[in-house]
Nanobody, 118 residues
Framework: QVRLVESGGGFVQAGDTLRLSCKASGIISSVFNPATVNWYRQAPGKQRELVARISPGGVTTYADSVKARFTISKDNSRKTVYLQMSSLKPEDAGVYYC?????????WGPGTQLTVSS
């Protein structure tokens, strides 16, 4: 079964560091390795927003709100994409989703919840 599954969310204090993981399964390496993968988040009552993207060649882009605090990385050998988050703020809270296009399908994970206490 082709799927993405996020993990690593939880309850943290403002200023903490946390790493999210997005594990792909059912996707062969020749499809996963060159794929662009995104991390989105959705806070209660707000639209889902793009947080970070990693493109072929390791090119990364970030939302202005997370630049210099978040780092996206991709381990093709583990078929896993990470989102390293530091200096977390209450406004970073929400459900974080992993997304990518594989086999001509837009694939989303079920999400992982992040709560940031001030």
């Amino acid at each position: 079964q082709v799927r993405l599954v996020e993990s690593g969310g939880g309850f943290v204090q403002a200023g903490d560091t946390l790493r999210l993981s997005c594990k792909a399964s059912g996707i062969i390496s020749s499809v996963f390795n060159p794929a662009t993968v995104n991390w989105y988040r959705q806070a209660p009552g707000k639209q889902r927003e793009l947080v970070a993207r990693i493109s072929p060649g390791g090119v990364t882009t970030y939302a202005d709100s997370v630049k210099a605090r978040f780092t996206i990385s991709k381990d093709n050998s583990r078929k896993t994409v990470y989102l390293q988050m530091s200096s977390l703020k209450p406004e970073d809270a929400g459900v974080y989703y992993c997304n990518g296009r594989f086999y001509d399908r837009d694939l989303w994970g079920p999400g992982t919840q992040l709560t940031v206490s001030s």
